[in-house]
């Protein structure tokens, strides 16, 4: 499988031209096609020599992604599904701006990216995790999500949460990479403050990224306040509990100025005391963190459901009493599987990839 350019720094490039006895500033205009022209064949990049063009095409493939399908919901998100070369699907969210935090008019645009094919980590409320781990993606599968992203819909993206299928943290490497190509001046040109990465709490990585120069945020999926009900539905709690990746998010915090982030997926009945509303402001204060609260979607084959709103505001109002800022979103895309995994899913149980999630 030959390599795609949207997976190549523009330091090999200009490697490989190095190498191949082509001109330097060739490097630099093949750049400006893929990333700032968007051109979707090698044959578009018309200021290149013909002969280029070829050997180009004897060396590279354009993209890594194949759009397979789009679905749009009556909010104007938009899911697109993309074909890997090895058969196998992932899936990004296009969200438009939700107008309670920027306002009626904005026109800022989120796109959530997946990071691995599957997801080893197991969430049990999760349909990434229902199917276990197939591969980590490549920079080229990562990065290319935000360039097809922009290429489909003809619109910018103004920023990227790393939320969609897989856990990015257990693919820091093939992250950081991508991460390389999303910020970088010659490529997708995107701030990196406006890229934040989701974990569901891997305290090795946490440290490690703590250590990375630019200033990306972190949000944790934290679902649980104490280890008794955090395990319950996550699994790497086991591994690692919450004492633990507290003490990571303080070293997080030694070493960044951005604010964290908590994500807490409110679930009837598992994780929606009042009690817990209690312990999670306490950690959110100590940590100087955000809280996020997101009524639990639906997913197909599994047993949760969402509290009534009267009880989610009621957990928001606990963390907001404790001068916590406590956002509670409606979540955008629910009509259209947005529960990250579940268009991708979906397709691959149809074409009997893999079967279908079993209930637990
Ligand atoms: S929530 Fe994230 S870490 Fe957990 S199973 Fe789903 S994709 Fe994996």
């Given at each position: 499988?030959?390599?795609?350019?949207?997976?190549?720094?523009?330091?090999?490039?200009?490697?490989?031209?190095?190498?191949?006895?082509?001109p330097?500033?060739?490097?630099?205009?093949?750049?400006?096609?893929?990333?700032?022209?968007?051109?979707?064949?090698?044959?578009?990049?018309?200021?290149?020599?013909?002969?280029?063009?070829?050997?180009?095409?004897?060396?590279?493939?354009?993209?890594?992604?194949?759009?397979?399908t789009?679905q749009?919901?009556?909010?104007?998100?938009?899911?697109?599904l993309?074909?890997?070369?090895?058969?196998?699907?992932?899936?990004?969210?296009?969200?438009?701006?939700?107008?309670?935090?920027?306002?009626?008019?904005?026109?800022?645009?989120?796109?959530?990216?997946?990071?691995?094919?599957?997801?080893?980590?197991?969430?049990?409320?999760?349909?990434?995790?229902?199917?276990?781990?197939?591969?980590?993606?490549d920079?080229?599968?990562?990065?290319?999500?935000?360039?097809?992203?922009?290429?489909?819909?003809?619109?910018?993206?103004?920023?990227?949460?790393?939320?969609?299928?897989?856990?990015?943290?257990?693919?820091?490497?093939?992250l950081?990479?991508?991460?390389?190509?999303?910020?970088?001046?010659?490529?997708?040109?995107?701030?990196?403050r406006?890229?934040?990465?989701?974990?569901?709490?891997?305290?090795?990585?946490?440290?490690?990224?703590?250590?990375?120069?630019?200033?990306?945020?972190?949000?944790?999926?934290?679902?649980?306040?104490?280890?008794?009900?955090?395990?319950?539905?996550?699994?790497?709690?086991?591994?690692w509990?919450?004492?633990?990746?507290?003490?990571?998010?303080?070293?997080?915090?030694?070493?960044?100025?951005?604010?964290?982030?908590?994500?807490?997926?409110?679930?009837?009945?598992?994780?929606?005391?009042?009690?817990?509303?209690?312990?999670?402001?306490?950690?959110?204060?100590?940590?100087?963190?955000?809280?996020?609260?997101?009524?639990?979607?639906?997913?197909?084959g599994?047993?949760?459901?969402?509290?009534?709103?009267?009880?989610?505001?009621?957990?928001?109002?606990?963390?907001?009493?404790?001068?916590?800022?406590?956002?509670?979103?409606?979540?955008?895309?629910?009509?259209?599987d947005?529960?990250?995994?579940?268009?991708?899913?979906?397709?691959?149980?149809?074409?009997?990839?893999?079967?279908?999630?079993?209930?637990?």
């Amino acid at each position: 499988m030959l390599p795609a350019l949207t997976g190549i720094s523009p330091e090999k490039l200009a490697a490989w031209f190095k190498e191949s006895g082509e001109p330097a500033f060739r490097a630099d205009q093949i750049l400006e096609w893929v990333w700032k022209k968007k051109v979707t064949s090698i044959d578009a990049m018309t200021n290149l020599p013909a002969a280029l063009r070829e050997k180009l095409k004897e060396s590279f493939r354009l993209s890594a992604l194949e759009h397979s399908t789009t679905q749009g919901s009556a909010d104007t998100t938009r899911k697109f599904l993309f074909r890997l070369h090895d058969g196998r699907y992932v899936e990004s969210v296009l969200i438009p701006a939700n107008p309670a935090l920027y306002g009626e008019k904005s026109d800022r645009r989120t796109l959530c990216v997946s990071s691995q094919v599957g997801c080893a980590y197991g969430c049990k409320f999760c349909a990434s995790g229902l199917a276990g781990f197939t591969r980590n993606l490549d920079a080229a599968e990562i990065a290319g999500q935000v360039l097809a992203a922009e290429q489909l819909s003809g619109e910018r993206v103004d920023s990227l949460v790393f939320m969609g299928m897989g856990e990015p943290l257990a693919n820091l490497e093939h992250l950081l990479a991508a991460i390389a190509l999303i910020t970088g001046p010659k490529t997708l040109h995107l701030g990196a403050r406006h890229l934040t990465i989701s974990t569901s709490g891997l305290v090795p990585q946490i440290k490690q990224l703590a250590e990375h120069p630019q200033q990306i945020r972190l949000a944790i999926s934290l679902h649980g306040a104490t280890d008794e009900v955090r395990q319950q539905i996550m699994p790497v709690n086991k591994k690692w509990p919450v004492a633990e990746l507290f003490e990571s998010l303080n070293y997080w915090n030694s070493k960044k100025t951005q604010k964290l982030t908590l994500e807490y997926i409110l679930i009837n009945g598992i994780n929606d005391s009042l009690e817990q509303a209690a312990i999670l402001s306490r950690h959110a204060r100590r940590l100087g963190a955000k809280v996020n609260l997101i009524p639990y979607n639906t997913v197909e084959g599994l047993e949760w459901k969402r509290p009534p709103n009267a009880h989610c505001r009621a957990f928001q109002e606990v963390l907001k009493q404790a001068g916590v800022t406590a956002n509670l979103r409606l979540e955008k895309g629910h009509d259209i599987d947005a529960a990250c995994g579940q268009l991708r899913l979906k397709q691959e149980t149809s074409e009997g990839i893999i079967p279908a999630p079993a209930k637990r």
